[in-house]
């Protein structure tokens, strides 16, 4: 299922870490906006990440997940990345 994922994480060096382990498996569209497609098992992973490095108390993350329909509503206006083709893998 394809995702949408934006979070506010207030401490730099958390903020830091916790971009450069989501970029693993999701696709960074803007500087706090990531997307990409994941199964259940990278699903389970990204949750890991924000249980483990962020602090919720201070800290927001959103994840959207986005159904098959949706996705052809999304547009994009302006330089950014590409989300990979939906079918494609993340992980390697």
Do not use: N, W
Not at 14 to 30: A, E, H, S, V
Request: glycine share 6%; net charge positive.
């Amino acid at each position: 299922m394809r995702f949408v994922l934006a979070y506010d994480v207030v401490g730099d060096r958390r903020r830091g870490r916790f971009f450069r382990r989501l970029k693993r498996l999701l696709i960074p569209t803007q500087k706090s906006v990531f997307e990409g497609t994941l199964d259940a098992r990278q699903l389970a992973a990204v949750e890991r990440l924000i249980h483990g490095e962020l602090e919720l108390s201070e800290d927001a993350v959103r994840v959207y997940a986005l159904c098959r329909s949706c996705q052809g509503l999304v547009r994009s206006y302006g330089v950014m990345p590409e989300p990979r083709d939906p079918d494609a893998p993340i992980l390697t």
